[in-house]
T-cell receptor, first 112, second 114 residues
Framework: DAKTTQPTSMDCAEGRAANLPCNHS???????VYWYRQIHSQGPQYIIH???NNETNEMASLIITEDRKSSTLILPHATLRDTAVYYC?????????????FGKGTSLLVTP | DSGVTQTPKHLITATGQRVTLRCSPR?????VYWYQQSLDQGLQFLIQ???????AKGNILERFSAQQFPDLHSELNLSSLELGDSALYFC?????????????FGPGTRLLVL
């Protein structure tokens, strides 16, 4: 799977947009970009995924650059409950099937 | 609530012992994944099953084994436990285990080996 690079930590003020970047410069054409988050020690939670077009759902927006080498997850109005570790994952078939390679993620702290 | 259930929530045992962790996938999901999360290794994929058959293997130790039963629930067996096996163990499920599917995670089982 392509490797991803994310900042270790970020802060965001409550009510503001949180923009979480991810670099995946070795991504290949059939690999999707997934975002999951983990709040404290709960099970990871799916947020959004995309291939090359920008995507939006009730939780977030995903912006993928035209060359697909990077992406940004946008939480439009961050709340305290959005404090979590956010994982950017590039998924493709491998010896591990479609298992998710979580990496270290970005620890987002939303402050009042 | 993801719809994936895991039991027990907490497990405390001694080195050398054997434990079984249980997972029930979401209704309709045929594929089950097991992940281990320890402080030093992060979240790591262990093994995947699809409709009772092993589909993919990750960093699973030989002391660990798993199976998926005809009713689609899965069990992860950990034997000859060591202190380093202390971790959170998550089960996830998806419909068919393909690339574009969302994996839904259970709340995890916290294992402490003393």
């Amino acid at each position: 799977d392509a490797k991803t690079t994310q900042p270790t930590s970020m802060d965001c003020a409550e009510g503001r947009a949180a923009n979480l970047p991810c670099n995946h410069s070795t991504i290949s054409g059939n690999e999707y970009v997934y975002w999951y988050r983990q709040i404290h020690s709960q099970g990871p939670q799916y947020i959004i995924h995309g291939l090359k077009n920008n995507e939006t759902n009730e939780m977030a927006s995903l912006i993928i650059t035209e060359d697909r080498k990077s992406s940004t997850l946008i939480l439009p109005h961050a709340t305290l409950r959005d404090t979590a570790v956010y994982y950017c994952i590039v998924s493709a078939n491998s010896n591990s099937g479609y298992a998710l390679n979580f990496g270290k993620g970005t620890s987002l702290l939303v402050t009042p | 609530d993801s719809g994936v259930t895991q039991t027990p929530k907490h497990l405390i045992t001694a080195t050398g012992q054997r434990v079984t962790l249980r997972c029930s996938p979401r209704s309709g999901d045929l594929s089950v994944y097991w992940y281990q999360q320890s402080l030093d290794q992060g979240l790591q994929f262990l093994i995947q099953y699809y409709n009772g058959e092993e589909r993919a293997k990750g960093n699973i130790l030989e002391r660990f084994s798993a199976q998926q039963f005809p009713d689609l629930h899965s069990e992860l067996n950990l034997s000859s436990l060591e202190l380093g096996d202390s971790a959170l163990y998550f089960c996830a499920s998806s419909v068919a285990g393909t690339q574009t599917e969302t994996q839904y995670f259970g709340p995890g089982t916290r294992l402490l080996v003393l």
